[in-house]
């Protein structure tokens, strides 16, 4: 698709510039960690894994469905899709007094609060609802080809949509599969085509709330999204370090360090989920440059362990390094990728994750890859193939 700009004045708070107008998922699991199944270079067939809250010991090397735990990684040749700089003061420039206002109208139905303290926010482990007796969150990493595709279900049944593949029709046929007919919260990490086309049919399902990082796309892709969001009437927020209460799973939208150039990936926007003691942690297309400024700021949200994490940009060798990893421990990483040709994951990703002794599960190999996670910190992980 040829570049366009966004149109310079919508019908609602402009959310073709990114900018905010308006603020705003089984069986039981084990207490002990199956064996090591397969090496990262056999052919993964389906399975289910159960497992322990973290420990901080390792389980298989990376790679193998069976094992414990995995390391994220991303592989890029080269940095893609990049926001074109603006040259100056848009019309959503104009409306953040109205993005606080409706920021505070969501926080007084105890939906989204802000966080007003320091980046860090809540340390892992504090200020998590009561999560109900027997109950799971359900992450599920659509299987929706090269991109990055995230769909969240609380225990009471509310929804999230992290990204949503290059695909429209894939997107659309994951969420009917999984029988999706509403969607509560939708999160696009940047809006590069393969995280944000998939959201444009999405958008249908009528989100609530629509978060992104404040920059708007520059493609014919992104502003059919815009237009199909506020044909719903959903509430346009920039990522601004909010808590979100999808039933009695926390959602710490995790902004971009501050500094930033006008980079989409260098602008993902990061997500921490918590559940009871389970947690996960998302981060889009981040690089380098991102979480090293994320790690300047010593969040907790950020630090691990996490039992669940996604591969930063499907891969990529300008992703995931040691010194992250190092911070965000993680036990499982799932890598959203499909056929490419710029070499994701890459070997020096898969590396990293060997070394921390994370699991590692691929879509490409996988299908979807599904966890559900429980309050005390136990999971159990399936692979459609």
Same mark, same amino acid.
């Given at each position: 698709?040829?570049?366009?700009?966004?149109?310079?004045?919508?019908?609602?708070?402009? @959310?073709?510039?990114?900018?905010?107008?308006s603020p705003a998922r089984k069986?039981?699991?084990?207490?002990?960690?199956?064996?090591?199944?397969? %090496?990262?270079?056999?052919?993964?067939?389906?399975?289910?894994?159960?497992?322990?809250?973290? %420990?901080?010991?390792?389980g298989a090397a990376a790679g193998e469905p069976g094992a414990t735990r995995a390391a994220p990684g991303r592989a890029a040749p080269g940095r893609r899709g990049r926001a074109k700089a603006r040259s100056g003061p848009g019309a959503s420039d104009l409306l953040g007094l109205l993005i606080l206002?409706? %920021?505070?109208?969501?926080?007084?139905?105890?939906?989204?609060?802000?966080?007003d303290a320091a980046p860090g926010g809540d340390a892992p482990g504090t200020g998590a609802a009561p999560a109900p007796a027997g109950g799971t969150v359900t992450i599920r990493f659509l299987d929706v080809g090269q991109g990055d595709a995230?769909?969240?279900?609380?225990?009471?049944?509310?929804?999230?949509?992290?990204?949503?593949?290059?695909? @429209?029709?894939?997107?659309?046929?994951?969420?009917?599969k999984h029988g999706v007919t509403r969607l509560d919260l939708m999160i696009a990490s940047h809006a590069d085509a393969d995280h944000i086309a998939g959201l444009v049919p999405a958008a249908a399902l009528k989100p609530r709330v629509f978060i992104n990082n404040g920059l708007g796309g520059t493609t014919q892709t992104w502003e059919r999204l815009v237009r199909a969001l506020q044909a719903v009437d959903?509430?346009?927020?920039? @990522?601004?370090?909010?808590?979100?209460n999808l039933g009695s799973v926390k959602l710490r939208v995790i902004a971009?360090?501050?500094?930033?150039?006008?980079?989409?990936n260098l602008n993902s926007v990061g997500l921490a989920v918590q559940f009871g003691e389970f947690r996960a942690l998302l981060t889009g297309d981040?690089?380098?440059?991102?979480?090293?400024?994320w790690l300047a700021q010593e969040r907790a949200d950020l630090r691990g362990p996490f039992q669940l994490y996604k591969?930063?940009?499907?891969? @990529?060798?300008?992703?995931d390094s040691a010194a992250w990893l190092a911070n965000v421990r993680p036990e499982n990483v799932v890598i959203s990728v499909g056929e490419n040709s710029y070499g994701h994951p890459t070997a020096q990703t898969l590396r990293l994750y060997r070394q921390t002794g994370a699991r590692v599960y691929r879509t490409d190999r996988h299908g979807t890859v599904t966890f559900e996670g429980r309050a005390d910190g136990t999971y159990t992980a399936d692979t459609e193939r």
């Amino acid at each position: 698709m040829s570049p366009k700009k966004p149109d310079p004045a919508p019908r609602k708070p402009d @959310a073709a510039t990114g900018k905010a107008a308006s603020p705003a998922r089984k069986a039981p699991a084990s207490k002990t960690r199956t064996p090591a199944a397969k %090496t990262a270079a056999s052919k993964p067939t389906a399975s289910k894994t159960t497992a322990s809250k973290s %420990t901080g010991g390792r389980g298989a090397a990376a790679g193998e469905p069976g094992a414990t735990r995995a390391a994220p990684g991303r592989a890029a040749p080269g940095r893609r899709g990049r926001a074109k700089a603006r040259s100056g003061p848009g019309a959503s420039d104009l409306l953040g007094l109205l993005i606080l206002v409706v %920021t505070g109208s969501l926080a007084a139905c105890g939906w989204i609060r802000q966080q007003d303290a320091a980046p860090g926010g809540d340390a892992p482990g504090t200020g998590a609802a009561p999560a109900p007796a027997g109950g799971t969150v359900t992450i599920r990493f659509l299987d929706v080809g090269q991109g990055d595709a995230i769909l969240i279900r609380s225990p009471e049944g509310k929804t999230a949509l992290v990204d949503g593949g290059r695909s @429209a029709e894939r997107l659309s046929a994951q969420l009917k599969k999984h029988g999706v007919t509403r969607l509560d919260l939708m999160i696009a990490s940047h809006a590069d085509a393969d995280h944000i086309a998939g959201l444009v049919p999405a958008a249908a399902l009528k989100p609530r709330v629509f978060i992104n990082n404040g920059l708007g796309g520059t493609t014919q892709t992104w502003e059919r999204l815009v237009r199909a969001l506020q044909a719903v009437d959903a509430t346009f927020t920039k @990522a601004s370090n909010q808590t979100v209460n999808l039933g009695s799973v926390k959602l710490r939208v995790i902004a971009p360090p501050p500094g930033m150039p006008d980079d989409q990936n260098l602008n993902s926007v990061g997500l921490a989920v918590q559940f009871g003691e389970f947690r996960a942690l998302l981060t889009g297309d981040s690089e380098t440059e991102e979480t090293e400024g994320w790690l300047a700021q010593e969040r907790a949200d950020l630090r691990g362990p996490f039992q669940l994490y996604k591969s930063i940009h499907h891969g @990529a060798s300008n992703g995931d390094s040691a010194a992250w990893l190092a911070n965000v421990r993680p036990e499982n990483v799932v890598i959203s990728v499909g056929e490419n040709s710029y070499g994701h994951p890459t070997a020096q990703t898969l590396r990293l994750y060997r070394q921390t002794g994370a699991r590692v599960y691929r879509t490409d190999r996988h299908g979807t890859v599904t966890f559900e996670g429980r309050a005390d910190g136990t999971y159990t992980a399936d692979t459609e193939r």
